[in-house]
């Protein structure tokens, strides 16, 4: 069973959103987290990562306007987004690992994705 998204919708730009990821019974705790995204008829790239004991990265063309953090007593990871663009507009994945893997796309497991459309 892949990891569960929510939280998408379709806002103006300059808005926010935030997206959730959980999965039941499956700890969040030990693995190496990450949010990607996907743009129809383009390829997947990294949005943020978040390692297990916290520490985070940042894809250049988000970075201080997303915020990637997890809650492990929720087993939940979450991305809030602010001052949200029109280049925003993707499908939202988040990932997990046993390993560090950055941005690339070799994680183990998938969320199903959920939709940000931002219009101008």
């Known amino acids: 069973v892949p990891l569960v998204e929510s939280g998408g919708g379709s806002v103006q730009a300059g808005g926010s959103l935030n997206l959730s990821c959980t999965k039941s019974?499956?700890?969040?705790?030990?693995?190496?987290m990450a949010w990607f995204r996907q743009p129809q008829g383009g390829e997947r790239e990294g949005v943020a990562t978040?390692?297990?004991?916290?520490?985070?990265t940042y894809a250049d063309s988000v970075k201080g306007r997303f915020i990637i953090s997890k809650d492990n007593t929720k087993n939940s990871l979450y991305l809030h987004m602010t001052s949200l663009k029109p280049e925003d507009t993707a499908a939202y994945y988040c990932?997990?690992?046993?390993?560090?893997?950055?941005?690339?796309?070799?994680?183990?497991?998938w969320g199903q994705g959920t939709q940000v459309t931002v219009s101008s």
């Open positions: 990932a997990a690992s046993q390993y560090r893997r950055g941005f690339q796309s070799t994680y183990a497991t």
């Open positions: 019974g499956f700890t969040l705790r030990p693995y190496f």
């Open positions: 978040i390692d297990p004991d916290g520490a985070t």
